[in-house]
């Protein structure tokens, strides 16, 4: 069979030109000789974090311990500009590990599984396992409850620590629960079922939760909470399947709430030091409907249920998001560890993402469940053997759904049709290439869908009601003059022109902001 090698992709021709491969799409891409033989190339080792915030050294914010991130950024290449299509965990997850936009999968919300709306769609891990790899998944992949069996080759595997570390901690949740679940009964119900593989397709939303503090710093081993017992977990998978082609996924808990951390990882910080939010305000000019009341924080115990937080709370919980990432790099750095050690680092793609920003009281905000940059950005670093660039930084807009094309380009795979992003593979050649017009992201209100639009300067949005019509909110932040996005410029008549340029974009879509191959 004919060899072929795409142009912007050279320096995966060492191990490439000995495989057989054909040409998909354009430009061509790899593809083994028959569907279910694996790569002879790479396996995949893929690091979701939750709630991780674009933020560690490597990002520029030295004040925040994150040394294995940043060694990993220092051998990979690290995204500056990565945005997930959804603020909130299942419909980011979901998007990405399909590799299609949430208006394609109906997933807007943390009740509804992907196979309702697409009951035959190939996921990522899916598909790698459809060409020979032995896939697994560790604790949070997809959203709780909402787990894929077919993505996986065996069982997706939870970890059984609890989420808390003191015992008093712990005493006053199991009782308080006990309380509830005889009073109320189960907190959640299926709802919808597939007829099929009898996996959950909707899931109520629960009827009750019973929370504890917002942070914790127990003075415990890493592997006596949840994080810790995964890396463990994940550590004998790699020893296991070393001789294997395999994609492992493993999915860390922390930093999103509660920010329980061992003791020593609140050491790293002095509190006096942890700086706030420089913005505690909602931008001027800015809609109401692009704001929200931080619920999920404030369900927490000790969390007032209206107004800002005390300053000294706000500091509380900073500092407690900071040791919940240093904790969880912490974890990271055992597990690459270990791929060292077992020899597979020339032989393994590493990719490390965060599901997607969070506010640090920011505009006056907490938690995600927005547009603003703030809770669409994240971070997105890949480690690809022999890559050129070594610890190489672009400021190219890329998005989630890049993520699962960009890997079976990587992997030797032809990449499927149907998936709504762009592989990511020549920017490893050229960080500084031309690259996206624009990355998209939405978030709905109630019968209101938000779409945003990321340009190179400017974020656009436009809160767009479900039965059609103008739009009841517009917001033009510019990131040259206002990075923090502060001012909201739309209604402004000198900006009239601008808006109406951005309006014709955001129409246009993200068919429109691909970029040039």
């Known amino acids: 069979m004919k060899k072929c090698l795409r142009m912007s992709g050279l320096f995966l021709g060492g191990v490439a030109l000995a495989l057989a491969c054909v040409c998909h799409g354009v430009g061509g891409t790899y593809a083994s000789e028959t569907e279910n033989k694996p790569s002879d190339k790479y396996n995949v080792l893929m690091i979701a974090v939750d709630d991780l915030r674009p933020e560690a050294g490597c990002y520029g914010v030295p004040i925040i311990k994150t040394p294995h991130i940043d060694a990993l950024a220092s051998q990979g290449l690290l995204f500056n500009r990565a945005y997930c299509q959804q603020a909130v965990c299942s419909p980011s997850r979901t998007s990405l590990l399909l590799g299609r936009r949430p208006d394609t999968t109906r997933v807007y919300d943390l009740q509804t ?40 080759s065996v069982p997706h595997w939870s970890p059984s620590k609890p989420m808390y570390g003191k015992p008093e901690t712990l005493a006053d949740l199991n009782r308080r629960r006990e309380e509830m679940r005889k009073k109320e009964g189960p907190a959640t119900r299926v709802l919808e079922k597939d007829p099929k593989t009898g996996i959950p397709l909707r899931v109520s939303a629960p009827r009750y939760r019973v929370y504890g503090p917002a942070w ?27 001789d294997r082609r395999f994609f492992l996924a493993v999915g860390y808990l922390k930093p999103h709430l509660p920010f329980v951390a061992p003791k020593k990882y609140y050491d790293l910080y002095r509190k006096d030091e942890i700086p706030l939010a420089p913005n505690p305000f909602p931008p001027e000019d800015c809609p109401p409907i ?132 762009t592989s990511l593979v020549p920017l490893f050649e ?58 909201n410029l739309a209604g402004r008549p000198e ?20 970029p040039e191959q």
Not at 134 to 150: F, R
Not at 504 to 509: K, S
Request: glycine share 10%; proline share 8%.
């Open 113 to 152: 599984h992907f196979r309702k709306r697409l009951p035959d769609v190939i996921t990522l891990p899916q598909y790698f396992k459809n060409h020979g790899y032995h896939t697994q998944g560790l604790s949070k992949i997809y959203h709780g409850g909402l787990d894929d069996p077919a993505s996986w």
């Open 495 to 514: 900006y009239k022109e601008l808006v109406a340029q951005l309006h014709q974009q955001l129409e246009a879509g993200w068919q429109a902001a691909k």
């Open 290 to 421: 692009a704001l929200t009341n931080w619920g999920e924080l404030r369900a927490y115990q000790g969390i007032p249920p209206t107004g800002p937080l005390p300053e000294s709370m706000a500091r509380d919980l900073v500092h407690g998001y900071y040791a919940a990432t240093s904790y969880v790099d912490a974890q990271i750095g055992r597990l690459l560890a270990e791929v060292d050690r077992l020899g597979l680092r020339d032989s393994t793609i590493i990719v490390l993402w965060g599901d997607h920003g969070w506010h640090l009281g920011d505009h006056g905000l907490w938690c995600k469940h927005t547009n603003f940059e703030s809770a669409t950005r994240s971070l997105l670093i890949f480690r690809v053997p022999g890559q050129p660039h070594p610890g190489a930084k672009t400021d190219a807009l890329v998005e989630f759904v890049d993520i699962y094309p960009t890997l079976c380009e990587l992997c030797g795979l032809p990449i499927p049709e149907g998936l709504e992003g």
């Open 430 to 487: 050229n960080p500084v290439r031309p690259w996206k017009k624009a990355a998209f992201s939405q978030y709905p209100r109630g019968k209101v869908m938000g779409y945003s639009m990321r340009t190179d300067r400017y974020r656009y949005t436009e809160w767009r009601p479900s039965a059609g019509g103008q739009p009841v909110a517009v917001e033009l932040y510019d990131h040259v003059t206002d990075p923090q996005e502060n001012v």
């Open 216 to 242: 914790e710093d127990p003075d415990v081993p890493d592997d006596a909470l949840p994080d810790g017992e995964t890396t463990n977990r994940a550590i004998e998978l790699l020893r296991e399947l070393k």
